[in-house]
């Protein structure tokens, strides 16, 4: 049963959906359902969303909401995110409560990852 007023679905534009898939598959383990040529969605425990074809995409730059995932490891997490084609466009630095970092996927959509127990090596 869904939450009365609860964050429910996410969308996201992707200019390559293919390559949009592939990341998210390899980095945080997604499935997707395609629903036609344009459009794929995915699950998780706490959100449902999906990826739909656009050459527009979702920057903070532009005005866009930023998704922020929490990792306890950013380091290792930044290596997978730029093994999979992902480009990190803010090194990580820190604010208050922890540290994070800024990158793009694939599809161009901008994300960020925080940590609270970030070690600098």
């Known amino acids: 049963m869904m939450k009365n007023k609860s964050l429910n679905y996410l969308e996201?534009?992707?200019s390559s959906l293919e390559k949009t898939k592939a990341?998210?598959?390899s980095v945080f383990g997604w499935t997707f359902t395609d629903y036609g040529e344009a459009y794929?969605?995915?699950?998780?425990?706490?959100?449902?969303?999906?990826?739909?074809?656009s050459?527009?995409?979702s920057t903070?730059?532009?005005g866009a909401a930023l998704t922020v995932f929490y990792s306890d490891d950013l380091t290792s997490l930044e290596a997978?995110?730029?093994?999979?084609?992902?480009?990190?466009?803010?090194p990580v630095f820190a604010f208050p409560g922890g540290?994070?970092?800024h990158f793009t996927e694939p599809g161009g959509s901008e994300f960020a990852a925080w940590s609270d127990c970030y070690q600098q090596e």
């Open 55 to 57: 050459e527009e995409i």
């Open 60 to 62: 903070t730059s532009r």
């Open 40 to 53: 794929c969605a995915f699950s998780l425990d706490n959100v449902d969303g999906g990826f739909y074809a």
């Open 23 to 25: 990341f998210f598959s």
């Open 99 to 101: 540290h994070r970092f």
């Open 12 to 14: 996201y534009p992707s």
């Open 80 to 90: 997978e995110i730029v093994g999979a084609g992902g480009i990190i466009t803010q």
